[in-house]
């Protein structure tokens, strides 16, 4: 086993039960393990540490991201393979009790639009849009940068200041059609949740907590939507 890898289980077994996570990066031509801060306030999840990662460009080449399963196998999930293709590089999983390793890497791997994981900023609510989109009409939208944590987000929802720029245009309530982009305010000030219209009273969205679904569009959710957006290669 590599030094590195001997390193990165020593931090593994240190954070559990949290996943630990860090990076390997290159410095003088060899591998290095490079420990970072877990920002995910949940213990099975991680939110890589921006700075820690910003150091690590400084220090070296960062070549791979590494991330421990405590209490399961080094097997990737769904979620992991999304967000190692978001990522552009390849992943080194451990469970650093049984010292088994696994990972992934880019490979053109897209989650399914039903039942996927929700991992912030890589398989999110806007994740899910941007990917029925395109694979229903072919629009390919932006995907704008989210911040590190969700609970800023939420504190001030980018949709207001981004549906525009995205293609959109607003339509009456009452005019209601497939395929129209619902904007709505969830436990928030702002609309902080985007949901499809996929006709027959249905929606389809991805909220904390829980994987991608299609829900029916009326109480709460319909009590609580601020906008319903058409992308403009629908409008006549």
């Given at each position: 086993?590599?030094?590195?890898?001997?390193?990165?289980?020593?931090?593994?077994?240190?954070?559990?039960p949290r996943e630990a996570c860090g990076l390997v990066v290159i410095v003088k031509g060899r591998k290095r393990y490079w420990p970072c801060k877990n920002l995910a306030e949940n213990n099975d999840f991680f939110v890589l540490?921006?700075?820690?990662?910003?150091?690590?460009?400084?220090?070296?080449?960062?070549?791979?991201?590494?991330?421990?399963?405590?209490?399961?196998?080094?097997?990737?999930?769904d979620a992991d393979r999304a967000a190692c293709e978001h990522s552009g590089l390849p992943w080194h999983i451990v469970n650093p009790g049984t010292k088994e390793w696994d990972g992934c890497e880019p490979c053109g791997y897209?989650?399914?639009?039903?039942?996927?994981?929700?991992?912030?900023?890589?398989?999110?609510?806007?994740?899910?849009?941007?990917?029925?989109?395109?694979?229903?009409?072919?629009?390919?939208?932006?995907?704008?940068?989210?911040?590190?944590?969700?609970?800023?987000?939420?504190?001030?929802?980018?949709?207001?200041?981004?549906?525009?720029?995205?293609?959109?245009?607003?339509?009456?309530?009452?005019?209601?059609?497939?395929?129209?982009?619902?904007?709505?305010?969830?436990?928030?000030?702002?609309?902080?949740?985007?949901?499809?219209?996929?006709?027959?009273?249905?929606?389809?969205?991805?909220?904390?907590?829980?994987?991608?679904?299609?829900?029916?569009?009326?109480?709460?959710?319909?009590?609580?939507?601020?906008?319903?957006?058409?992308?403009?290669?629908?409008?006549?």
């Open positions: 086993m590599a030094k590195w890898q001997d390193d990165a289980i020593e931090h593994a077994l240190a954070e559990a540490s921006p700075e820690d990662f910003a150091a690590a460009e400084d220090a070296g080449e960062v070549a791979a991201i590494f991330h421990s399963h405590p209490k399961a196998s080094p097997t990737p999930s897209k989650a399914p639009l039903l039942g996927r994981e929700f991992v912030w900023g890589v398989q999110d609510c806007w994740s899910l849009a941007r990917s029925w989109y395109g694979e229903c009409w072919f629009l390919e939208l932006p995907d704008w940068p989210r911040p590190t944590l969700q609970a800023d987000f939420d504190a001030d929802p980018m949709f207001e200041r981004c549906w525009k720029a995205a293609g959109f245009v607003e339509v009456d309530h009452d005019d209601i059609q497939f395929g129209d982009a619902l904007l709505i305010s969830m436990n928030s000030s702002g609309l902080n949740h985007c949901a499809i219209y996929v006709g027959q009273q249905l929606m389809l969205h991805h909220i904390p907590g829980r994987l991608s679904s299609r829900d029916v569009y009326g109480g709460y959710y319909q009590k609580n939507t601020g906008r319903v957006l058409r992308h403009s290669s629908r409008c006549q």
